[in-house]
Every structure is written in structure tokens, then in C-alpha cells.
């Protein structure tokens, strides 16, 4: 028996030492990082956990470190502040508002809701658009410099009081305000959508109407950086990456740059966020828009061309986006439904003229399913993500914008077969 023994031990020996050396150890190796990795975030966790909820005995910060809770508050991002009763009061307020859930019946309605300063070019594709559609959409216009005329029954007496509007200024704001005021005063209208005068419909009304109706966002633009809060190894990337990825926002001149001191300590400049202002909103942001006087002022008070250390802060490209990312960051999509072009990189996007609208454009515009946001730090960066429709990949854009007047006979032209290309599906 001995023998026997002795003897399977020696084979096993010369069996182990024939196996290539590497091949034998690496797995063992591999999964020794991982777990040690997964151990160090574990404890990362915990401690961030710890920090925030702190418990009323400290021994658990020992267990850590010999200086305690004060070695974790030297490298973990500051405590919560203590709100102020009038930003208590704004967040109850705006909670209790967003709480509410959407009405979705047969009678509900999308407002659009036209910011011009007179005439409107595309009233006549519009009116083609919304043709059949009855009952199911209102417009309001607020034509700020003259009072349009018109050429369709649908858009007949549907302007509201108008005010000045100064482009960067908190005037731009207040319009859209007073747009979707008079818009909620019609408990039909579930919906609500920002309008310029450049802006053309890409989709049919039908499409348009269920994609936004049966949408569990608001599509509310802001930018954003995606970034890790520590370095985590490769090996264990994907069982951490939904957790540790944190949203940040452009740095830049044109983002976070623009913040002002003195909207402080209400709005924090890492919370302060730049995005399109042509925005689309269920009732309950429409609401709570309207609610909210605190964050507003701020931008009203604050927020203009050259108003503090020379920076560019424009009122209708921060105050939605800081406002919504600030009070319910999950309940809106983070890009806007209206395409515009930027590629040329200049302060205002490309104007779409006859000789560029063909159906090859309007199909690369109702084809798009990813959005790029380009940051202001050096050359701009840029960011890519995929438009999520319910959790579903679906294509980016309801609505085109910047299109010049010229370019109504070509769009009416191909209006039939660019908005029955695709249809709905849910």
C-alpha cells in the first residue's frame, strides 16, 4: 500500500511538472485580481456607504483607518448640504408634482407651442401635417415682433399675449414660460412641444403622437461627461461599470465655465448643465416648470451675456437642463427630438437650403439613432450615445430645424414619402 502510494504521488509530481508552467498558474493569477479587486471595491463602497449614512458609533471608520472618519472625509467628495426652507419647500413642492402619474386618454392631446418673432414660412406643411388629426393637438404661437398671418384654420387665433424677446436673455425663458402657461390651461393637453419658426415635422402625426405619448421621459437636452469615480482593472469592468459611471457635465467656455458664483449655493456649478432649448415635456415637467420660482430666479437674476467675469450665460440653454438634471435627472432623456447641425462648429447651427433638402437628407435625418454632444474644452470632444425609446433603440429626431424659407415647395414636394418611410410600432 505504501508503495502504491509512494508511487501515484511521484506520477502526479512528473504529471504536474510536465504542464507548461504558465498555463497552469495564469488562471489562479487572473483570479486572484479579480477578487482582490472586487474586495477593494467592495470596501470602497462600503465606505462611501458609511460616509454618507453615517451611524452614531466611529468604530467602524478604526476598522479602516487609525484616524478614523476624518481619513475618508480627506478623499471622499463632500457631505450632503443642509437645504435652505425655501429649497425644501421648492423640492417638496416639484417632488410632490413629478409624483403624479401621466393621463393617457383617448382625448389627450400634444401642444405645440410656436416661439417666433412673426411670420411662419412652414404654416402651409403644418397644416398638411396636422390634417386629419383633429382633436388630438393644439398650437399656440407667440410671435414676439409682429402677428403673423396665416394661411391655415389651424394656426387662426391662436396666438397668446407676446412679450420682447432678447436672444441669451432671461426674456427667451419667459416666453417659453408663457407658452406652456397658456398651454396647461387645457387639461386635454398632455404633450408639450417647443417650436421655432425654422422648425418642419420629420415623422407623420400619428408616428410623432405615440412616440411621445407613450414615452416614460421627457426629452429635456443636457450635456454630459461619462467618467469612473476610481480605476477599476479590466477583469471586472463589466460587473461594475452601470454602478460606478457618474455623469458630469461639459467644463468647458460654453458649459460649466458659464456658471455664476452667484447662483450659489442653490445652484452648484457641478450640477450646472448646457443643452438645446427645443425641448418636448410631459404635463407633469410642464407643471412643475410653471411651480418653480426658486431656481428660476437665480437665472433670471444671474444668468446673461457679460453679467459676471464676462461669461456667456444663456439663459434658455441652462435653465430647463440644471433645473430638470438638479430635481429628477432620470425623468428626462438627455437629447432632444429636434435635429439641428452643428458640424460646421460655429455659434449658430447650418441653415438647410433648397439645393440641401432631398430625400437622401431627410432620410439620414429620420434614420439617425445616436445623438453626439460636442464639449467646449480644447478642439470639443465628442460624446456619443444611442437615442433609448423605453429602453428601446429607436430612431433620434421628430423634428428638423433651421430650414430656410425657400425650401417649403421641396418639402411639400416630399412630405408624402419621407413621413410613411417608417411606421410606428410599439
Known sequence: ??????????????????????????????????????????????????????????????????????????????????????????????????????????????????????????????????????????????????????????????????????????????AERRLLANALRDPTNQQFVLLSDSCVPLRSFEYIYNYLMYSNVSYVDWYFYLSFFFPISVYSLHVYDSLLLFSFDDPGQHGSGRHMNHMLPEIQKKDFRKGAQWFTMKRQHAVATMADSLYYSKFRDYCGPGIENNKNCIADEHYLPTFFHMLDPTGISNWTVTQVDWSERKWHPKTYMPEDVTHELLNNLTSTDTVVHVTSVGVGEEIWMPCMWNGIKRPCYLFGRKFHPDTLDKLLDLFSNYTKSVSWQL
Not at 58 to 73: N, Q, T
Request: net charge positive.
Open 1 to 174: 500500500m505504501k508503495a502504491a502510494k509512494r508511487w501515484s504521488l511521484g506520477n502526479l509530481r512528473d504529471m504536474a511538472s510536465s504542464l507548461p508552467g504558465p498555463r497552469h498558474r495564469a488562471p489562479s493569477r487572473r483570479r486572484a485580481r479579480v477578487y482582490i479587486i472586487m474586495a477593494l471595491s467592495l470596501i470602497a463602497f462600503f465606505a462611501v456607504i458609511a460616509y454618507m449614512y453615517p451611524h452614531h458609533s466611529k468604530r467602524a471608520c478604526y476598522m479602516i483607518s487609525s484616524r478614523g472618519c476624518k481619513a475618508l472625509a480627506d478623499w471622499l467628495p463632500p457631505s450632503l448640504r443642509e437645504y435652505s426652507d425655501d429649497e425644501i419647500a421648492a423640492r417638496v413642492v416639484i417632488s410632490e408634482i413629478l409624483s403624479n402619474p401621466p393621463v393617457i386618454r383617448k382625448d389627450s392631446k400634444i401642444a405645440f407651442m410656436f416661439l417666433t418673432p412673426g411670420a411662419l414660412p412652414f404654416e402651409r406643411l403644418w397644416d398638411r401635417f396636422f390634417q386629419g388629426h383633429e382633436g388630438k393637438f393644439s398650437v399656440y404661437i407667440h410671435a414676439s415682433k409682429e402677428r403673423p398671418v396665416h394661411y391655415s384654420r389651424y394656426f387662426v387665433n391662436r396666438e397668446i399675449r407676446s412679450d420682447e424677446v432678447v436672444w441669451g436673455r432671461i426674456s427667451m425663458v419667459d
